[in-house]
């Protein structure tokens, strides 16, 4: 599956932006989703997943009650709510697809086998 992300931007902190996730291919339900970010100098870090069918969503500590994770399966799209932010929120933020065994299962690092293109977020103090 081909991934295409957007909707990043520049933001004051406490403001919201939501990042969409456009998927191309017939299979997209068969793909669990996640969203990963890489600030400057830092690794790539998990923020979010969610199974295939949208049932199973796990957070980051560092996001939970800020960012909400979802999907649609009609429109092979995935997105990321984010509200609250913060400047340490502040990054490149990929969308990420994977297979994983059962339907319930979520995203993990290991098991991505396609990477978005990346979309940057700056959150101003």
């Known amino acids: 599956v081909q991934l295409q992300a957007s909707g990043g931007g520049l933001v004051q902190a406490g403001g919201s932006l939501r990042l969409s996730c456009a998927a191309s291919g017939r299979t997209f339900s068969s793909y669990a989703m996640g969203w990963f970010r890489q600030a400057p100098g830092k690794e790539r870090e998990f923020v979010a997943a969610?199974?295939?069918?949208?049932?199973?969503?796990y957070y980051a500590d560092s996001v939970k009650g800020r960012f909400t994770i979802s999907r649609d399966n009609a429109k092979n799209t995935a997105a990321l709510q984010m509200n609250s932010l913060k400047p340490e929120d502040t990054a490149v933020y990929y969308c990420?697809?994977?297979?994983?065994?059962?339907?319930?299962?979520?995203?993990?690092?290991?098991?991505?086998?396609?990477w978005g293109q990346g979309t940057q977020v700056t959150v101003s103090s």
């Open positions: 969610i199974s295939q069918r949208g049932t199973m969503k």
């Open positions: 990420a697809a994977g297979i994983v065994p059962r339907t319930v299962d979520l995203l993990r690092r290991d098991t991505v086998s396609s």
